[in-house]
């Protein structure tokens, strides 16, 4: 379908379907869903000491100090399967790490070319995170609107265990919520000054919210009601 080769950073806090629209838009391009998170998990299971060291940060909603997780990501994108583009969800999470993303790119000669930003309410944001059931062999989630089945994941095949990730707790979420607003949030105004930002409201269906990505990531700007590329107003400009 595509020749093209796609940078996209998700953007959207904890519990905005930023991993359920990933999936269905590396899936569309045929290019990898690139999650931090998900490499994280994977290498706590793997009991690596990547992975051990990761524990300690993602049980408490904090983030995972900036220099393990930059060199972490540069491997990845290193990969071969990354030569037409990848999705990054979950990283860059701050200004710190969206720059070291932007200089290790300069070093592949390439550069970020879409950042759709997911954007759901708070309260809804909460109710989805405790709602939430993972996989603990594919990493599927289930909530509310795709509920969990009695009998385990069923996912293609996949009989997995479903769990409550131990940072979907309540207080953990808060404080993810918390850091994402501290930390996170400032990346919207960081891709919106150079025109990358389309925000999608993630409080519509799946389906729905992966017509809007799609058209975010192929044509920049749309007619859409529920999205537009946001322009930094003059008080952001002044931050
Ligand atoms: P996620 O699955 O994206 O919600 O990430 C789960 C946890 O992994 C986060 O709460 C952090 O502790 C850690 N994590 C994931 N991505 C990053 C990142 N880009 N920088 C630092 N920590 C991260």
Known sequence: MNSQWYGIVLLGGPGSGKGTQAVLLASALNIPHISTGDLFRYNLKQGTPLGILAKSYMDRGELVPDEVTVAMVRDRLSQPDCALGFILDGFPRNVAQAEALDAV???????????????????????????????????????????????????????????????????????????????????????????????????????????????????????????????PSAADEEC
């Open 105 to 231: 790119l300069a070093e592949f000669g390439r550069v970020i070319t879409s950042a759709p930003y997911l954007h759901v309410n708070d309260a809804v944001l909460l109710e989805r995170l405790s709602n939430r059931w993972t996989c603990r062999s594919c990493g599927a989630v289930f909530n509310k609107v795709t509920p969990p089945p009695r009998e385990g994941c069923k996912k293609e095949h996949c009989d997995g265990e479903l769990y409550r990730r131990p940072d979907d707790e309540p207080e953990t979420q808060k404080n993810r919520i918390r850091v994402y607003e501290k930390q996170t949030a400032p990346l919207i105004i960081f891709y919106a000054k150079r025109g990358l930002i389309s925000e999608i409201s993630g409080e519509q269906d799946v389906e729905h919210v992966q017509l809007d990505m799609l058209r975010a990531v192929n044509l920049g700007m749309s007619g859409s009601s529920s999205q537009g590329a946001m322009k």
